[in-house]
């Protein structure tokens, strides 16, 4: 099939999601076409089948804010004609799905049919999509694409009890890679950061409030009082110097390295015995999932789509929103040495069942029945 695939070029979730998915197709056979206005973070090799078509948003004193909208839908119209695509996949909702409604419009009056598929990955809807400024819009462009698909069943209950969707919507859970994530021999590198041979823990995030970094340093203070430890925090973002002041009124700060932005976090995680995440709200928890492929258990919260990720007690531990004396014993629990390797094991056990060879064909056949479905509605 001809796919376009339409998605946020950063290293949020969704952009990594929407990326892999399309190198994935790609090595399948598939000819895949990224819209979007910068090349996207994860579009990293050459390949005969992947295509890369940049909206450009022109600037007049006229406009206030550019109308990246339109520039996307026009985009979208003139890859559609010109390679003659199949179908067009957006992720996440604002604006893609309201963008691909008006491609879509367009096209029918040039008598091209083009089957929509929007997946909703989590803030589109559970934050920026319930403002009162987007909803009306949010609400009718999912309405109106002919396949939606979440990354969790929370994530599918939260948009039915937000907005008033009348379609089914699909549960297709992110996925990773275990070609690229999975444990690497880096004594080396543990050496270094950890030369008495501490337990590591680590967090990676955009470092926004709903992370709840402070639990992670508030939980560290307390494991570190009690066994030898190191913490690594990687990423960057709006909460990065609250977080820097915490580990100095904590006095952590010697023990605690802000590593910022890394492309290969593989890497880190290969060196990891704790992989943390306290979110108050995640939609899937994909970071999680990076760290089991890794071999590394998880401490999380018990909120969204974690508890269909992280098993209570085999993974890991989940614990309720700011429980910080639940997740520290938690901690502990793993991290003695006759429970870690257990827990090690079944992290890698749950990691291969999101394997991407079993997640990539329940995409690709959605594809295939939103399309037949598409041209079975145009001959009756």
Do not use: W
Not at 231 to 244: C, S, T
Not at 252 to 274: P, R
Not at 275 to 292: D, V
């Amino acid at each position: 099939m001809k796919i376009g695939i339409v998605c946020y070029p950063t290293f949020g979730g969704s952009g990594v999601v929407a990326t892999e998915l399309g190198k994935a197709l790609a090595k399948k056979g598939h000819e895949i076409h990224f819209i979007t206005y910068t090349q996207p973070a994860r579009l990293d090799f050459f390949s005969e089948n992947l295509f890369y078509h940049e909206v450009k948003v022109a600037s007049y004193p006229l406009f206030d804010y550019p109308p990246y909208e339109l520039a996307l839908a026009s985009k979208m119209v003139d890859v559609a004609q010109s390679v003659k695509l199949d179908l067009l996949h957006v992720h996440y909702a604002i604006p893609h799905a309201s963008a691909a409604f008006m491609a879509k419009q367009i096209l029918a009056t040039k008598h091209i049919t083009m089957p929509i598929i929007t997946t909703l990955h989590g803030t589109d809807i559970t934050l920026v999509g319930k403002d009162p400024s987007y909803e009306p819009v949010v609400t009718f462009s999912i309405n109106q694409s002919d396949g939606i698909t979440s990354v969790s069943e929370d994530l599918r209950k939260d948009t039915y009890s937000q907005f008033e969707i009348k379609k089914e919507i699909e549960v297709i859970p992110n996925f990773i890679d275990l070609q690229r994530f999975k444990k690497q021999k880096k004594d080396h590198f543990k050496k270094v950061i950890c030369p008495d041979n501490e337990k590591l823990l680590v967090h990676t995030s955009n470092f926004r409030k709903v992370k709840r970094i402070q639990d992670i340093v508030a939980v560290f203070a307390q494991v570190k009082e009690i066994i030898p430890a190191k913490l690594l925090l990687v990423g960057d973002g709006p909460e990065r110097v609250k977080i820097e002041q915490l580990c100095k009124d904590l006095e952590v700060e010697k023990c605690v390295h802000f590593l910022g932005k890394l492309d290969a976090i593989e890497e880190v995680l290969s060196v990891a015995d704790i992989f943390m995440m306290p979110s108050e709200k995640e939609s899937f928890g994909l970071a999680a999932l990076e760290a089991m492929a890794c071999e590394v258990p998880v401490i999380s919260s018990n909120t969204g789509g974690l508890p269909e990720l992280n098993i209570h007690g085999v993974t890991g531990f989940l614990s309720d929103v700011g429980d910080v004396e639940d997740m520290v014993k938690n901690t502990l629990t793993i991290l003695k040495d006759e429970n870690l390797p257990k827990f090690r094991a079944n992290a890698l056990a749950r990691a291969k069942e999101f394997d991407i060879s079993n997640i990539l064909p329940l995409y690709e056949n959605y594809y295939k029945r939103i399309s037949e479905q598409v041209k079975g509605t145009l001959k009756v």
